[in-house]
């Protein structure tokens, strides 16, 4: 095989591999949120150590995606498409490691709140939102894998529908606190929860802008879609919800 031709075969298989680590990344992570649900719904701590434990394995495979990233930029310097394909296996690998961390988060208040009886109204209300999310971040993976621009950007403009979710989450959490102090502890942490489930949809709609750049080199024209209306609220709460930093 001539040099060149080898040269070339070596870098494709390089691109590959990338894309076939965000692949198993994605795969990860979308287990981590199922598992942290269904953790959180049935108060099953050990369920809940399993998905801790599996935040570290992320950890581990989007640093060493970064660093494999990096060095193929090194290598080869990339030009155009290439290059998009690389930061932005970068950017998702993130993205992906951040969805990682917020099903840790949730996993961790199982203990907290296990104790506690939820209203079956909320803990239904829970699980249609982790759904959504899960729903938008599948799709987005799919797109990424197909190249398929087209339908992230549709994946992105449902975020307003999970951001309307969690706000009208949040005023039955409210309700509950404020109708009985009794039940502050179990709703103030079902509300982390619950932010924490917003902001996968989040990071999974950044994860569609993401495969738009890839494809066209630019980023979506229209602003981002935003349907979370709980910055607005006047109520008391007892305990702000996380921001974009929360817990980590």
């Given at each position: 095989?001539?040099?060149?031709?080898?040269t070339?075969?070596?870098?494709?298989?390089?691109?590959?591999?990338?894309?076939?680590?965000?692949?198993?990344?994605?795969?990860?992570?979308?287990?981590?949120v199922e598992?942290?649900?269904?953790a959180?719904?049935?108060?099953?701590?050990g369920?809940a150590?399993?998905?801790?434990?599996?935040d570290?394995q992320?950890?581990?495979a989007?640093?060493?995606?970064?660093?494999?990233?990096i060095?193929t930029?090194?290598k080869?310097?990339?030009?155009?498409?290439?290059?998009r394909?690389?930061?932005g296996?970068?950017?998702?690998?993130?993205?992906?490691?951040?969805?990682?961390?917020?099903?840790?988060n949730?996993?961790?208040?199982?203990?907290?709140?296990h104790d506690h009886?939820h209203p079956?109204?909320?803990?239904?209300?829970?699980?249609?939102?982790s759904?959504?999310?899960?729903?938008?971040?599948?799709?987005?993976?799919?797109a990424?894998?197909?190249?398929?621009?087209?339908?992230?950007?549709?994946?992105?403009?449902?975020?307003?529908?999970?951001?309307?979710?969690?706000?009208?989450i949040?005023r039955?959490?409210?309700?509950?606190?404020?109708?009985?102090?009794?039940?502050?502890?179990?709703?103030?942490?079902?509300?982390f929860?619950?932010?924490?489930?917003?902001?996968?949809?989040?990071?999974?709609?950044?994860i569609?802008?993401t495969?738009y750049?890839i494809?066209?080199?630019?980023?979506?024209?229209?602003?981002?879609?935003k349907?979370?209306?709980?910055?607005?609220?006047?109520?008391?709460?007892?305990?702000?919800?996380?921001?974009?930093?929360d817990?980590?």
């Amino acid at each position: 095989m001539p040099m060149t031709e080898h040269t070339v075969t070596s870098y494709e298989d390089e691109l590959k591999l990338i894309v076939r680590r965000i692949s198993e990344m994605g795969g990860m992570a979308e287990r981590m949120v199922e598992q942290s649900v269904a953790a959180l719904m049935r108060s099953d701590w050990g369920l809940a150590q399993s998905v801790v434990a599996d935040d570290m394995q992320l950890d581990d495979a989007q640093r060493a995606l970064d660093e494999r990233a990096i060095m193929t930029i090194a290598k080869r310097q990339p030009m155009a498409v290439d290059l998009r394909e690389i930061v932005g296996a970068i950017r998702i690998s993130n993205d992906l490691e951040r969805i990682g961390d917020l099903a840790k988060n949730i996993a961790k208040r199982v203990i907290a709140v296990h104790d506690h009886a939820h209203p079956v109204q909320l803990v239904r209300g829970i699980e249609h939102l982790s759904e959504m999310a899960l729903e938008q971040l599948k799709e987005v993976l799919d797109a990424y894998g197909e190249r398929d621009y087209e339908r992230a950007l549709a994946m992105r403009e449902n975020d307003e529908q999970i951001d309307a979710m969690y706000t009208s989450i949040f005023r039955e959490l409210l309700t509950y606190m404020m109708e009985d102090p009794r039940n502050i502890t179990s709703c103030t942490h079902l509300l982390f929860s619950a932010k924490n489930i917003e902001r996968i949809g989040d990071h999974a709609t950044n994860i569609a802008e993401t495969v738009y750049y890839i494809q066209t080199g630019k980023q979506p024209a229209n602003e981002r879609p935003k349907g979370d209306t709980t910055a607005t609220m006047t109520q008391p709460v007892p305990n702000d919800p996380p921001t974009q930093a929360d817990e980590g």
